[in-house]
Every structure is written in structure tokens, then in C-alpha cells.
């Protein structure tokens, strides 16, 4: 079974920065690309940012230059630096992987069961 667990949320000001950290375990054959979305009170899911196994990048628009997604193939996690945070990214954050496990033959979308961000004003 592969599961992703998510750590590094909190309440911040505004301006300050947090590291948000998910790690995939289980019985992990390969991981393909991993992303982080985030989920605001009555909005729908957004897509921030997504990496791929050799480190490319694509940004949404609202978090460029904030934000700066790494990741760690080595260790199966995916990181998220979040600077200058402003009060509309309180939402709660969900990284996503697709991952293809040993006993699967093709790869699949796997969820982080989510991290509250709270950016105070």
C-alpha cells in the first residue's frame, strides 16, 4: 500500500515563510512527477506547482516567485519553500504524486491527506 504524508503547516503572518514537506512510503516501485495543490474555504482545488523526476518546474501564476517546489528522489519526498506568504494562501495544502507501486502496472494518483496554512493579516 502507498500512502503520502504531509507535515509543515501552521499560522504564519503575513510576509513570513513556511516548508511544507510530504513523503510517499510503501511499496513503491517508481515515482513519476509530484505536485502540490491547495483548497480555499468554498473554492475549488487549485494547482500550484508540479516537478518532475528530473527536476523540471511549472508554476501557476499566483504562487511564482514565492514559492519553490524540490524534491528529494532518494528520500521519496517532495518539498514546498513558501515565502513572503500573504493571507489569501490560507488554504489547506495537498501534494499529489503519481507513483506506480510493484504491485501495479501502471502509474497512479496518490493524495497527501492535507495541511492546513493559515496566513494571519
Known amino acids: 500500500q502507498v500512502q503520502l504524508v504531509e507535515s509543515g503547516g501552521g499560522l504564519v503572518q503575513a510576509g513570513g515563510s513556511l516548508r511544507l514537506s510530504c513523503a510517499a512510503s510503501?511499496?513503491?516501485?517508481?515515482?513519476?512527477?509530484m505536485g502540490w495543490y491547495r483548497q480555499a474555504p468554498g473554492k475549488q482545488r487549485e494547482l500550484l506547482v508540479t516537478?518532475?523526476?528530473?527536476?523540471?518546474?511549472n508554476y501557476a501564476d499566483s504562487v511564482k516567485g514565492r514559492f519553490t517546489i524540490s524534491r528529494d528522489n532518494a528520500k521519496n519526498t517532495v518539498y514546498l519553500q513558501m515565502n513572503s506568504l500573504k493571507p489569501e494562501d490560507t488554504a489547506i495544502y495537498y501534494c499529489?504524486?503519481?507513483?506506480?507501486?510493484?504491485?501495479?502496472?501502471?502509474?497512479?494518483?496518490?493524495w497527501g491527506q492535507g495541511t492546513q496554512v493559515t496566513v494571519s493579516s
Open positions: 499529489d504524486a503519481k507513483i506506480k507501486a510493484t504491485t501495479a502496472l501502471i502509474y497512479s494518483d496518490y
Open positions: 516537478i518532475s523526476r528530473d527536476g523540471s518546474t
Open positions: 510503501g511499496n513503491i516501485f517508481s515515482i513519476n512527477s
